[in-house]
């Protein structure tokens, strides 16, 4: 089993920049993957980044040049440093992990782009 806990959704302005992170615990020796999904009202979930467990990563074409996923093995983390973000970056963030496997998921953590 693994267990994820994401934090650092917020409200931000049009133009700002937040950073997610997403703390693994639990048998995270067998991960292969980690990433982001999100999820905005009245549409399906998305990919958003993926980072392998050699460090190879892949973003969503929305998000290129403004995202950047990474991760602190030390820590068991992976981040999400969002830039310049839009109102159409307004969802449920949910970080995944694969691996054991299955695909585990966050709770899920709220970031909403408005003035």
């Known amino acids: 089993q693994v267990q994820l806990v994401e934090s650092g959704g917020d409200l931000v302005q049009p133009g700002g920049s937040l950073r997610l992170s997403c703390a693994a615990t639990g048998s995270i020796s067998g991960i292969t993957l980690m990433g982001w999904y999100r999820q905005a009202p009245g549409k399906l979930r998305e990919m958003v980044a993926t980072i392998t467990r050699g460090g190879s990563t892949n973003y969503a074409d929305s998000v290129k040049g403004r995202f950047t996923i990474s991760r602190d093995i030390a820590k068991n983390t992976v981040y999400l440093q969002m830039n310049s973000l839009k109102p159409e970056d307004t969802a449920v963030y949910y970080c995944?992990?694969?691996?054991?496997?299955?695909?585990?998921w966050g709770q899920g953590t709220q970031v909403t782009v408005s003035s």
């Open positions: 995944f992990a694969d691996g054991n496997w299955a695909r585990y």
